[in-house]
């Protein structure tokens, strides 16, 4: 049973609910800058504190060596009521130094080409003289953001469960190395140096099975750093039919759900909109939590979820589950450990088993062991 929490409510307050290290990934586009009725601030100063504050939020909650994709825009705004002050805010650039200065270490930076605008507001009466050209925004930009907290908790081999390791620095900054040393070990280096590894390459290790493959024509789509797609067409004749201002397209969920997490993993999204990441979530098997300000909304989310679930599908083996729930009955929320690697499960497990010699016999029951 997959659990999709649709939860009513400011993130600045929800988030601060939910515990440390629970979230296997967070995919979001937050509300720009004055750009929406929705998205009002009196100054940018406030909307970034706002931000900056849910930023902090999530890189607590976000389990160790997970990831946080950031889709964002830049925009013209103007900072205050006179006409001249209108402005372009690069948020792209804002929130990348604010994530850095939070603690997430900045990876990739995906240009998403929205294709050819219908507007052309830009072209000022096609004024051919200088200093009346600008360019009109056709991109925004998808932020990689990695956490990666120096834990020294001492994990046991994964090869043959011996916690008899020693500290091998670093394989990068924040994700603590080991190196086995137990010598009946079967995986030696040739030098007889032991197993080398740390809790990401164990995880990214036990996480590869079939259920999680990536497809090659979403790995050829998202091959470069700049990707193009069109955006949700929302407006038909004269009527909204996405029933939000700034829908988000499936594409990019779908991209940082099957590239940054496994099934089984809880997906959060702490402006959720319509609803759009728990949708994708859903048809992925993964558990979702979505949090949304605006109660209408959060219908538009609930009916297009319950309407995915009446589907007819070849594959329709996964039931799903969908709690509405608002700052009053948030502990209602049960967040699943993941089930690739949890670092207490996986210590437990390990000493369970306790330390045997391991020789090539062994070889069955060991690959029995590291399935679990």
Not at 17 to 45: C, G, M
Not at 200 to 214: F, P, T, V
Not at 343 to 361: A, D
Request: glycine content about 6%; overall charge positive.
């Amino acid at each position: 049973m997959a659990n999709n929490y649709l939860i009513k409510g400011d993130s600045k307050e929800i988030l601060k609910n939910l515990s440390n290290n629970s979230i296997h990934l967070v995919v979001t586009s937050p509300p720009y800058f004055n750009a929406r009725e929705y998205s009002q601030w009196e100054k940018l100063d406030d909307y970034l504190n706002d931000m900056r504050n849910i930023f902090k939020e999530i890189f607590r909650i976000l389990n160790n060596h997970r990831v946080f994709v950031l889709n964002v825009g830049d925009v013209q705004c103007k900072l205050g009521a006179q006409p001249w002050t209108l402005r372009r805010i690069p948020l792209g650039a804002l929130f990348t130094t604010m994530c850095q200065e939070i603690g997430f270490e900045y990876v990739d930076n995906y240009i998403w080409d929205k294709g050819e605008p219908q507007s052309y507001r830009h072209m000022n009466g096609v004024t051919k003289f200088p200093f009346y050209q600008y360019p009109i925004n056709s991109y925004e930009h998808i932020l990689i953001f990695h956490k990666h907290i120096l834990d020294q908790t001492r994990l046991p081999c994964p090869v043959c469960g011996s916690p008899h390791v020693q500290n091998n620095s670093q394989s990068e900054i924040g994700v603590q190395s080991w190196e086995c040393n137990n010598e009946n070990c079967i995986e030696r280096s040739e030098g007889n140096r032991g197993k080398r590894f740390s809790a990401r390459s164990i995880m990214m290790q036990k996480g590869q099975k079939e259920e999680n493959i990536i497809e090659e024509n979403l790995k050829k789509k998202w091959r470069k750093d700049i990707v193009s797609f069109s955006p949700v067409i929302k407006i038909f004749g004269d009527k909204n039919i996405a029933g939000h201002t700034a829908p988000f397209p499936e594409d990019i969920p779908e991209m940082a759900i099957k590239f940054y997490s496994y099934k089984g993993d809880t997906i959060l999204d702490p402006f959720a909109g319509s609803f759009t990441t728990s949708l994708v979530a859903m048809k992925n098997g993964r558990h979702s939590i979505g949090i949304e300000v605006m109660p209408e909304y959060v219908k538009i989310g609930e009916k297009r979820l319950r309407n995915y679930t009446k589907q007819t599908r070849l594959d329709n083996n996964e039931k799903h589950d969908i709690i509405l729930l608002d700052k009053k009955n948030l502990d209602r929320i049960k967040i699943q450990k993941s089930k690739v690697f949890d670092k207490e499960n996986y210590i437990r497990t390990k000493q369970k088993r306790g330390v045997t010699p391991i020789n090539q016999t062994d070889l069955q029951n060991l690959s029995i062991s590291q399935s679990l």
